[in-house]
Nanobody, 112 residues
Framework: MCSCQASGGGLAQAGGSLRLSCAASGSTNAIGWYRQAPEKGRELVATLSSNNSTYYADSVKGRFTISRDNAKNTVYLQMNSLKPEDTAVYYC?????????WGKGTLATVSS
């Protein structure tokens, strides 16, 4: 099952990178990442389905990459070319069937 407790956030400069991770075991239909910024609504950032299809929000496409390591039961979000508007709390999410599971997020702050 997914603890979905995201980690790896912190402070980065614009143009820099952060790598987020969370533990997600079991047979998931899909895994993904949401984010919540102070001045924005909750946004779906990226998903990776069990058939390896991916989705990325237009705002992050080309900069962020979602991946998983099944041996480590770990989900990753590699965030490159960071912008100040990427500042948000990021939440890991897993779907078992159609049921979503999520946990506490991790704060990523991008300075200009």
């Amino acid at each position: 099952m997914c603890s979905c407790q995201a980690s790896g956030g912190g402070l980065a400069q614009a143009g820099g990178s952060l790598r987020l991770s969370c533990a997600a075991s079991g047979s998931t239909n899909a895994i993904g990442w949401y984010r919540q910024a102070p001045e924005k609504g909750r946004e779906l950032v990226a998903t990776l389905s069990s058939n390896n299809s991916t989705y990325y929000a237009d705002s992050v496409k080309g900069r962020f990459t979602i991946s998983r390591d099944n041996a480590k039961n770990t989900v990753y979000l590699q965030m490159n070319s960071l912008k100040p508007e990427d500042t948000a709390v990021y939440y890991c999410t897993a779907w078992y069937g159609s049921t979503p599971h999520w946990g506490k997020g991790t704060l990523a702050t991008v300075s200009s």
